[in-house]
């Protein structure tokens, strides 16, 4: 196996710049390594804090780049091993980002709004319903969630995301809604994954989990449903937003046509639970 490839030495990015022009610069001086040959399909690239500090910039912004390429089909993550070369860029053998952008636009934008309608009641009936064992598995679910994401699991942190959910349901007591949300669940486990996980999205909903739980665990019927609408808010806006960033790089790379310009929209919020604060849950 080729070892790590070695990357020029650039400038720290200014500060206050956006982390998705800096995604850009990484995506591109990734793109360069490889296509100078730098590194052959089936080498690895230098670890992510290596090329973070090679770089100037942070861990997370490497991270969102690898994962634009990944997703061109151009690298390839191995949990535990990193990230290998699988194409060059143009080469024919990678897929369009645009396309990717696309195909999970219009369907995200759906499963949310589905989701808002009905995890929120979900929440405000488990307030109500839940017993003292499914309020600790309630709390299990989020201190796993938080111990996994410090330990950079991040399989198991996703695995603790989606039991999460699955005990509000489960402390409906109502077995339909019980299977509806385990459709919900099951779409974005299958099907639209791929498109939400992301740094933000996970730091985010390590917070916001904390508080629907919090207010399950008062009996707050309202603040629980408020608090779960405001989670799924939240990280609608962060995975709208990466998948603008998808749509900027994908213009960067050789082989994805740019698709037809609609730009993504979050769907207008209905006016229930609270005002969002940025960045916060």
Known sequence: MPGDAQMPMKKPDRPGRPRSRVNETVVRAIQHLIQRGDVKIGGRLAPERQLASQLGVSRASVREALRALELSGIVRSRHGEGNFVVAVPGDGATRPLSQFVERHRTSLLELFDARKEFEPQLAALAAERASPEDVDRLRAAVEGQEQD???????AAFRADRLFHAAIAEATRNQTLIRLHGFLSDLVANGSREAIE?????????????????????????????AMRQHLENVEEIVMRALQGYERTAAM??????????????????????ARTPGRG
Do not use: K
């Open 253 to 274: 790379i050789p082989g994805s046509v740019p698709d037809s310009g609609r730009p993504i929209r979050r769907q207008p919020s209905r006016g229930r639970g609270a």
């Open 198 to 226: 992301n740094d933000a999205r996970r730091a985010q909903s390590d917070v916001d989990h904390r508080r629907v739980y919090q207010a399950i665990a008062r009996r707050d019927r309202a603040a629980a449903s408020a």
């Open 149 to 155: 994401l410090g330990a950079g699991d991040l399989e």
